[in-house]
């Protein structure tokens, strides 16, 4: 089981996991975001490759469109 912060809220999984794992278990599209893991801003062409730990700290945001 590993503990991880995302947006500021405690959350537990099973295992780690790589970050497109993560965006698919939280039902995000990975193409709407932008994901700082550990206070480092992660290309996107990366997310399948990053992966999340025991008591890592993520902040996703959402981009919306609208007018």
Not at 25 to 51: C, G, M, W, Y
């Amino acid at each position: 089981m590993i503990n991880v912060t995302i947006n500021g809220d405690a959350l537990k999984f099973e295992s780690t996991l790589s970050l497109d794992e993560l965006l698919m278990k939280l039902d995000i599209e990975q193409d709407k975001v932008a994901i700082e893991h550990n206070r480092e801003i992660v290309p996107k062409s990366t997310f399948h490759r990053v992966q999340v730990a025991d008591g890592d700290n993520l902040e996703i945001v959402h981009f919306i469109g609208g007018g």
